[in-house]
Structure formats: C-alpha cells, structure tokens
C-alpha cells in the first residue's frame, strides 16, 4: 500500500477514537445531569411536603431550689420530755411489788416466778446496757426512758441498766438504784428485773427482761 493511503487509514482510525471518546463523554454527562435533576426534584418534593420548617424555640430554664428541711419546733422537744418525765414519777412507790430477797426482784403480774430465777442464771443474753453513772436524777430518768424505748424499737429482750452502789454519792447512800426500780416499775415494755449478777455488776447493776 502506498505509503499516503497508509497515513489516511491510520488518520480515519484516529478520528473514529476521537468521536467514540467524545461519545462516551457525552453519554456520561447526560447521566449525571439526569441524576442531579432527578435528585433536586426529590429535594424540592420533600420540602413541599413538610412546609416551612421553624427552628424550635429553647425551653425556659427554671433554677429549682431545693426546699429546705423544717426546723424542729423547740417547744416540741419540749413537749417531748415532759411526757417522758411524766411516764417515769418519782413519787410512784415500787416497794410494794418486790420480792422481798437480797435482789428485791420483780415480775409484772401474770409473769410466773420462774422467769426471774431463769434472769438470775443469765438464761437470757444482756444484748445491751445503759450505765446512769454521773447523772443527776432528771437526766437519768430522762436517759432511761430513752434507753427503753430504743430497746423495745430494737426488739431487744435483755438488758442491764448500772445504776451504781452509791459510793460516790452524798452519805454514801444509793441514790439511782431505787429510782430506777421504781421506774422500771411503772413502764408496760418491762416483764422482770433483778440484781445483776457479781461478774455482770452485782448490786450495782439490774438486769431487765422486755417484752419480746
């Protein structure tokens, strides 16, 4: 072939490449038009559908303060003590319900005697003790009662309360230790009491049994 027609074959191919990339070029842009119109149309058919959005407002905030606890009335302690005092008199007389032996036990009525002889063998474990050493009458009255009450709240059913032998006291003379059978007497939550034993304070000390 000669060497002119060659030249011309192989320009023609070159135009042929030219106008096929051109082509594809063409096609390819068409699509992607074709996909940014179809994907502005979707937009503006979602916006259409919702309306105009408006931002939301912000919430009002509010400080709470926490409300402060409610002071304790101090004629209400008040109150509270007086009663206590009132439960426990020192005018009541408990002689009268005592046995009559060197530990000057006592059973409320009802109870069988046998629970104060199982008291004095330590049949019942002491679970607790309020020892009134130091304190003049009122205060240990008022500690007493408040002893008892947490006890029966506890449901404890063995005490010891130590009221002393008196040896520190004007006249040497056991102040606390009738007092304190005397109110011992007058509170419903008591069953029994008698004197402790040696190793548990003698006759310093009175071992009490409380309503179970």
Known sequence: MP???????????LRANLKAQQDARAVADAARLRGEQAAQLEADLFRR????VAPLAAPDRVAVTP??????????????KA??????????DA????DTDDSLSYTRSGVSADVVRKLRKGHWTIQDQLDLHGLRRDEAREALGA??????????????IIHGKGLGSINKEP?????????????QEVIAFCQAKASDGGSGALVVLLNA
């Not at 559908?49 to 105009?52: A, K, N, R």
């Not at 009450?149 to 506890?154: E, F, G, Q, T």
């Open 83 to 92: 009663a206590l005092q009132e439960s426990l008199s020192d005018d009541f």
């Open 147 to 160: 002893f008892l009450r947490h006890a029966n709240r506890s449901g404890l059913r063995c005490v010891r």
């Open 3 to 13: 060497a002119s027609l060659k030249n011309f074959a192989e320009l023609g191919k």
């Open 49 to 52: 559908s919702i309306g105009t």
């Open 67 to 80: 409300p402060r606890p409610q002071p304790i009335a101090r004629h209400h302690l008040a109150d509270e």
């Open 175 to 187: 102040v606390l230790k009738q007092k304190v059978r005397n109110w011992l007497v007058q509170k």
């Open 95 to 98: 002689e009268t319900l005592l």
